[in-house]
């Protein structure tokens, strides 16, 4: 006797439709992990857009102050001096937007050798708002020798996140942000960002890359989405790394980015 060993339709059909709705919830996950992304990047943009308003206010004021006087007293020089000034001062407002824009713009990634030295820099950059205004220095201790393979866009917002974190986490007027790098094993660069911050209790520290978990609950002029160290993880995961953070309340945070060598 022969033995009909075939799979009901039946079943068949239902195994399709479920591999089916499978993929429909793969690509939705996809989609949604997009948008989150983007969220944080608006969220980034929001919070540089503000402190490049700020700052546009403080770089602008004496330049209307002085024109209004040269124009008052029909000098010539003055209005030369008022004009140079306008330009240098218009100048540095410029390129302040063009690192915000630069941190907007949504490219595919391009892995290239990339300098961390410059990278922090770029990032730091990005802050608008000169660190020391806040009682912070932003130490750069990085060999300008030391490169990572990453697109340098995405590791600049990696360090912005890290960077807005960390002065977010400052409540004194001798703040510091030190970055340091060093050769890791098997042909990876570990990048450490220290704090002297208030530091991250022990019960959030499993928590704090999860999405729209956020400690800054008890400072509403501070508050967040909570996706920045997401995104943080996310990025350097996807350049085939890996991040950790070590933190103690009252002393600091360092997060350690490890990514491939160039």
């Known amino acids: 006797m022969i033995m009909d060993t075939s ?6 059909e239902t195994e399709q439709r479920l591999q089916a709705q499978f993929e429909r919830l793969e690509r939705q996950f996809a989609m949604l ?26 770089l602008m004021s004496p330049v209307v102050g002085y024109a209004k006087y040269a124009v008052d007293a029909q000098d010539p ?5 008022a004009l140079t000034m306008t330009l240098k001062q218009t100048a540095i407002v410029t390129a ?11 490219e595919a990634q391009a892995v290239a050798p990339v ?16 660190l ?26 990696v360090l912005f996140n890290l960077f807005l974190n960390a002065r977010q986490a400052i409540k004194h007027r001798n703040g ?9 094993d098997d042909n990876t660069v570990n990048i450490h960002v220290a704090d002297n911050g208030t530091g991250i209790p022990e019960e959030a520290m499993h928590d704090i890359f999860d999405a729209f978990y956020s400690t800054k609950d008890d ?30 309340v009252g002393k600091g945070t360092t997060f350690t980015i490890t990514l491939p060598a160039a």
């Open 176 to 184: 510091r942000i030190k970055v340091t790098a060093e050769a890791g």
């Open 115 to 130: 300098s961390v030295h410059a990278a922090v820099a770029d990032a730091e950059a990005c802050l608008c708002r000169d």
């Open 33 to 58: 992990k997009d948008q989150t992304r983007q969220a944080q990047k608006l969220a980034s943009l929001g919070t540089a857009a503000a402190m490049l308003a700020h700052e546009f206010n403080n």
């Open 132 to 157: 020391s205004k806040d009682g912070i220095r932003l130490v750069n201790e990085v060999d300008a020798e030391v490169q990572v393979l990453a697109d340098p866009r995405q590791l600049q917002q």
């Open 96 to 106: 302040m937007s063009d690192r915000i824009l630069g941190l907007a713009v949504s």
């Open 77 to 81: 020089e003055l209005m030369t001096k």
């Open 7 to 12: 799979v009901p339709h039946s079943s068949t």
């Open 219 to 248: 400072r509403p002029d501070k508050s967040g989405l909570g996706l920045g160290l997401t995104l943080c993880r996310d990025i350097v995961e996807e350049h085939h790394g890996r991040i950790g953070v070590a933190s103690e």
